[in-house]
């Protein structure tokens, strides 16, 4: 197999090392099937969301619970953050920007951080309005769903949180550069699915 | 169920949970048999860590094996592990063919409860923690050796897999000790297994269990499909693979995509038990069709991911003991690729008299059907590689004759499945336990011993005896029949499955047949211990120190046996199918390199087994609602992950004076052995290194 041929089209980990790129690309490849895996339970959960879409045992429907506002809000950080995260990795593509790079990642951060909050805020709405998981097949698909999103986020800050440390303490030496690589493409596929979140759980919930 | 002890401390559990203490206060036949299973599986435990202590062996232990991150330890740390459970699992279908051949008009031995818990673990154990781990064993071991890589494309998280699946075994493990096993079945369908129903323990385990094997296998899935894509040897396109690559390479995808859904199943139905959510339940909107979708999307799959590694096997051990090419290698691949892609197709004949309209059933009736077509191209292939061939009747071989005899059978039964009026007739019978017991275990289990018994002289560098390895055929093949072939009369009578006892007295002599046929199920088993025994015992006649017993085709046969920490001291190059046999005969394979140079392997982790342990506790607390020791496990997997981050040191060399040490004094073994023909290969003057035949 020549070089080229299994040359991963992200940015250059290691310019020059031959070896470095290849092991950047089966890294990068294993990630992308890993988030096929992923793919897989959330379209699981969208399906399953689907079918539940009529149980709502007497209980809160999608129209009395769900809000355009706070949800279009949370859609626009999300999506920033994805921005600001593409920001970043433009920031590692030159090794001089340390300090453009991490403070890329902290604004991400704080824009993922500001969605769980307003996350959370909608989910305490609801429940205060007695939209629970156990009240009914409705409500436990839309918690088995979404939530999944938010703690995806929430791993995501951390994974943030632990990258920013190791930028600090190793700067960005190839694996540095290899697992912010891996970490932008979980973000992105966290937006991805917010917007198929949004499209066809809010959205349709909205117009009904 | 007695007043538990210590809530905040020990959860519910209550002394009661003991068999030991109910055997106690109840001793009954089915309490002691309870009793006895925990005691063994309590000495067993005491035994091995007694025995460790008597012989000095834990820091060894440690170091050699448990942190190892060396693709060929964790394959064999997999089979080891797979043979423990099935010695169990097969004990416990020993026991329920016992049952039901004294339950005539009888209560037998076992009381119901206990005999649901048998057949629980029975199939939990034989798919999730014997098949599963076998065959990801094999694949681990196999495919770096087969694509001329030095090693996986993710180590660590191979040894994670490894770790998380013996995790979920040591769960089920404890279950015969701690508590009481799910009732459920190996698919465990609510609304049964939710709260209302069963409150106790058993489905706690069986979710925890089955999750962790679950997760792993995504993760071992992820890496096999990765190493193969990516770590191939130069000149080793995708249509020069071996098949057994092809086979795991789909069997890999499949992994990848069929075992989120059986997670998202397991965790759903968590989440009813645990906090109240209502997907499966009977009451406020849930819908227990949702699990049998979620169930079946990975249940289905899963029958290809166990059957493809086996059909890989047997085109490697007809080909090998045939001397010959595979014969219609492309059409092999096609075959093995339609059957990945249809086995996502089918899921809902498992369901065909669960209400679905009629032309749903005659769709996916048609799409079932549809599998025999590949899968009676790869038994053409097999055969027409065999005709014409110099065919060895070696015992992976005799395997091999009687998979293909037997699995024919068992396909035709399955078309009778799958029509779906007909599915109507025996739904519920013993007739599908014999179709898929017919498909499994000369489909699988003859395979994954087939392959145990082929590879392993590559592995610990010495054959196994031939003699005992016949006896197990003979074992594994007649007591199939007679365990199985009655459960197809008994089926079409309309014996259900699952029964406990059976009042219906013209079933006495089929059931006494089948429990004589588990009974020589169980002799195979004891026949593959004793060839253990004695091929250790005689292991110094039999060494194959140069590596290709069998005169083999692919380049795993190339180098030492048991092979070099490294695998290869350079990387191969690849010109064309079957690479080795042809180099062969067309040039030295054995010519030493101009020169050696250092080679970096992975440095030991104890990153798996730490996350291991947490992922068994965490499972643990969970099933015994210990709240604070399932949040110290979960919390101690998250700060390993982390730790594990920032180790940067994650690599060791291995030195070019090493690596040329071990090589000299291999190619001095292969100078001094004497190229033995294939017809006295299974003699002691068979060093591994194979006369070439032109």
Redesign the interface.
Known sequence: ?SMDA?RHAGLPVDHGDAEAE?DA??DL??FW??L???A??FA??FA?YG??LP???G?PTPASEYKIGPTFLETLVLLTSSLTFGMATVALKHAAQRRALLAWMAVTLALGLLFLGLELHDFADMAAHGAV?????????F??LVPLHGLHVLAGC?WIL?MMA?LL??GP?P?VRI?IQRLGLFWHFLDIIWIAIFSTVYLPGLIR | MSAPVWPALLGRFSWDALPFVRAWAHPDANEIIGAGAGGMVVAGALFAVALLTYLGRWRWLWREWITSLDHKKIGIMYVVLAFIMLARALIEANLMRLQQASAINAPGFVAPEHFAELFSTHGSIMIFFMAMPFLTGLMNYLVPLQIGSRDV??PL?NAIGLWLTAAGAALMMASLVIGRFSTGGWSGYPPYTELAFSPGTGPDYWIWAVTLGSVAS?LAG??I??TL????C?GMKLMRMPLFCWTSLCTAILM??A???L??ATA?LA??RY?????FTN?????MM?YAN?FW?FGHPEVYIVILPAFGIYSEVVSTFSGKELYGYISLVIATMAIAVLSFTVWLHHFFTMGQSADINAIFGIATMTIGVPTGVKIYNWIWTMFRGEVRFTTPMLYALAFMMTFVLGGLTGIILAFPPLDYLVHNTLFLVAHFHNMLIPGTLYGLVAAYTFWFPKAFGFRLNEFWGRVAVACWVIGFYLAFMPLYVLGAAGMTRRTQAVHEAAYRPWLYIAEVGAVILFCGLAALIVQLWVSIRDRDANRVPVGDPWDGRTLEWSIAAPPPEYNFAHIPHVERLDAFYHDKRSHAPYAAPPHYSAIEMPRNSRTAPVLGLAGAATGFALVWYMWWLAAVGAVAM?VTV?AR??V?DTERTITAEEIERTERAWLAEVARARPIPREIENSTANQGLAKVHA
């Open positions: 197999m299994t290849m690309s089966r490849f294993g099937v890993f096929m895996s992923d897989v339970i699981l959960l399953t079918v539940m149980a709502t045992a209980g998981p156990a009240r009914s097949g409705f409500l436990s698909a918690f088995g951390l632990v190791q303490i190793f030496d694996r697992n | 494309a993710f998280v995504t992820l890496n499909a990765v894509y990516k770590m191939r130069p990848v995509f075992m989120p859904p997670t998202v759903l989440l009813d906090l109240g959510f209502h997907f009451t406020l909107g849930g819908n949702n979620l999307m998250v982390i981050s920032f940067r």
